[in-house]
């Protein structure tokens, strides 16, 4: 069975752009949740998706943006980027129920140059 | 905002011996994942504890959950090389603005030495 996949695994953008990264949930998964991971630092929840809906969203401003599609996959949009946008940006799905475990994916390097 | 501690920051040893890393916070969570993750990739989940007092065994890691369910720890038996890398501790707060989210502590550096 396939884990939670995502693209691109990297990502160079000149600062003002927009970035779009794509994440693909374990099948059977509803739940789809997307973190920031900054060199030296923790893993800083951005947002929430759950059939369709954003349930829940972290302490980032509007520009971050996301949806998720009728078949739960997933997408984070990064407008007006900043150097300070660098990062690993994690996704992880699990299922509806909110005690269950969450599987990541293996990430995407953005870089804002 | 709910902040979970975890302790040490890094942490540096010889192949063969035990280690203990700790996770606390001021707040009941609802449920706690234990992650390692190797430098460029996604966190792998090592385990779940659900139920304060809760034992759990993986080989040489043993988890434990506090009886009040503020605090867990994560015990490494004879480490080996092939244990280095981050750990982290993971969260779910119940209710509130907390809801579904998941929330992390700072991460162990763990390097073992040959």
């Known amino acids: 069975e396939a884990g939670v996949t995502q693209s691109p695994t990297h990502l160079i953008k000149t600062r003002g752009q927009q970035a779009t990264l794509r994440c693909s949930p374990i099948s059977g998964h509803t739940s789809v949740y997307w973190y920031q991971q900054a060199l030296g630092l923790g893993l800083q929840f951005l947002l929430w998706y759950d059939e369709g809906e954003e349930r829940n969203r972290g302490n980032f401003p509007p520009r971050f943006s996301g949806r998720q599609f009728p078949n739960y996959s997933s997408e984070l949009n990064v407008n007006a980027l900043e150097l300070e946008d660098s990062a690993l940006y994690l996704c992880?799905?699990?299922?509806?129920?909110?005690?269950?475990?969450?599987?990541f994916g293996q990430g995407t390097r953005l870089t804002v140059v | 905002t709910q902040l979970l501690e975890q302790s040490p920051q890094f942490l540096s040893i010889q192949e063969g011996e035990n280690l203990t890393v700790y996770c606390n916070s001021s707040?009941?969570?609802?449920?706690l994942q234990w992650y390692r993750q190797e430098p460029g990739e996604g966190p792998v989940l090592l385990v779940t504890?659900?139920?304060?007092?809760e034992v759990k065994k993986l080989k040489r890691l043993t988890f434990q959950f506090g009886d009040a369910r503020k605090d867990s720890s994560l015990h490494i038996t004879a480490a080996q090389t092939g244990d280095t890398g981050l750990y982290l501790c993971a969260g779910l707060y119940a209710g509130g603005t907390s809801y579904g989210k998941l929330t992390f502590g700072q991460g162990t550096i763990l390097t073992v030495h040959p």
């Open positions: 504890v659900v139920t304060g007092g």
């Open positions: 707040s009941v969570f609802s449920s």
């Open positions: 992880a799905s699990s299922l509806w129920d909110t005690n269950t475990e969450a599987f």
